[in-house]
């Protein structure tokens, strides 16, 4: 990305607290997610950490409903079933009724 920066930097050099602001999102949400994200693997695998992405979506829109007063609609509620459904099957939290022995 250091060519196309280059070539995009603006007139004026950012103000100090537009540099502390990139900073303190590189290192506190992208460096200390991915520490995080790599412990969640070690300890719960692959599968369990990876299906956490499932609910960003569903996230997304109980946020922008809550906090940014958007328009959430039945497509969107049976949507968000659909991803919850999907990640409790990935990850197995039915309970498995097994057969009679006969």
Same mark, same amino acid.
């Given at each position: 990305? *250091?060519?196309?920066? *280059?070539?995009?930097? /603006? *007139?004026? $050099?950012?103000? @100090?607290?537009?540099? @502390? !602001?990139?900073?303190? @999102? *590189?290192?506190?949400? =992208?460096?200390?997610?991915? &520490?995080?994200?790599?412990? @969640?693997? +070690?300890?719960?695998? !692959?599968?369990?950490?990876? =299906? %956490?992405?499932?609910?960003? /979506? #569903?996230? +997304?829109?109980?946020?922008?409903?809550?906090?940014?007063?958007? %328009? &959430?609609?039945? +497509?969107?509620?049976?949507?968000?079933? %659909?991803? &919850? !459904?999907?990640?409790?099957? %990935?990850?197995? #939290?039915? /309970?498995?009724? &097994? /057969?009679?022995? $006969?």
């Amino acid at each position: 990305l *250091a060519l196309p920066a *280059a070539w995009l930097w /603006p *007139a004026t $050099t950012p103000a @100090l607290d537009g540099w @502390l !602001a990139a900073m303190a @999102l *590189a290192l506190l949400c =992208s460096g200390v997610g991915y &520490v995080v994200y790599f412990r @969640l693997i +070690a300890h719960v695998g !692959a599968t369990n950490a990876a =299906s %956490v992405t499932f609910l960003i /979506p #569903l996230f +997304a829109v109980l946020w922008g409903g809550w906090l940014l007063d958007e %328009v &959430v609609t039945p +497509a969107m509620m049976i949507g968000g079933a %659909v991803i &919850v !459904a999907g990640t409790v099957l %990935v990850l197995g #939290l039915l /309970p498995r009724r &097994v /057969p009679p022995r $006969t």
